[in-house]
């Protein structure tokens, strides 16, 4: 099936670690994303690729490292930099980074720190 | 980001009643317009789209209408059920970031 897939689920990281969250899609997009969610709030927008090879910071970077290496997967570093990354990251893709174009989600992955 | 820091408004509907999901956006020039359902530790999922030379447009049992004159979204979702509990949130795309924008949420909540 078609799909975005993240792993793993969740994952418990100790202060002063890297860890970092996989995200993979088989929808042949080209634009992804990582999105942060903390509980009972909105999304916002970590680091976004439009093409292989190419990546975009968002409105909470700091912290956060991406790569984009292939189309298919845009795995997203929490660095020990980011002061307080417990939350439900989500991942996202899209056909092309043109306006008009519904973005389609993971099933996310819960990190807390321990 | 407009969402930092804001926890969700909720409603609370009647199971069988219609429920009203409403969201207002800054931008005059955002033409594209989503709305998405997330359910508890889920992703978001995509329920219907509207784009800005439309004021209307119905799904199975959800309606978007789009009031561009005061920038205002709605979901209509008709005979409430319990598997509509969830978190709805409107997107806007303005366009030239290639980006969403998204609304705070809205927590909807029925009751039996």
């Known amino acids: 099936d078609g799909g975005i897939t993240q792993s793993p689920k969740y994952l418990f990281r100790k202060e002063g670690q890297n860890v970092t969250l996989s995200c993979e899609q088989n929808?042949?997009?080209?634009?992804m994303y990582w999105y942060r969610q903390d509980p009972g709030q909105g999304l916002r927008l970590i680091y976004y690729?439009?093409?292989?090879?190419?990546?975009q910071k968002g409105d909470i970077a700091e912290g956060y490292s991406v790569s984009r290496e292939k189309k298919e997967s845009f795995p997203l570093t929490v660095t020990s930099a980011q002061k307080n990354p417990t939350a439900f990251y989500l991942c996202?893709?899209?056909?092309?980074?043109?306006?008009?174009?519904?973005?389609?989600f993971g099933e996310g992955s819960w990190l807390t720190v321990v | 980001g407009e969402n930092v820091g804001l926890h969700l408004p909720t409603l609370s509907v009647q199971e069988g009643d219609n429920s009203i999901i409403n969201c207002a956006y800054s931008?005059?020039?955002?033409?594209?317009f989503i709305w998405y359902k997330q359910e508890s530790g889920k992703g978001p999922q995509f329920i219907i789209d509207?784009?800005?030379n439309m004021d209307k447009r119905q799904g199975q049992r959800v309606t978007v209408l789009l009031n561009k004159t005061v920038k205002h979204l709605s979901l209509q979702i008709a005979a409430t059920q319990p598997g509509d509990s969830a978190v709805y949130f409107c997107?806007?795309?303005?366009?030239?970031?290639?980006?969403?924008?998204w609304g705070a949420g809205t927590k909807l909540i029925i009751k039996p």
């Open positions: 996202a893709s899209s056909p092309y980074p043109n306006s008009g174009n519904t973005i389609y």
């Open positions: 929808l042949n997009h080209d634009a």
């Open positions: 690729s439009q093409i292989v090879n190419d990546f």
């Open positions: 931008n005059s020039a955002s033409d594209y």
């Open positions: 509207i784009r800005s």
């Open positions: 997107a806007e795309n303005r366009g030239r970031n290639y980006q969403l924008i």
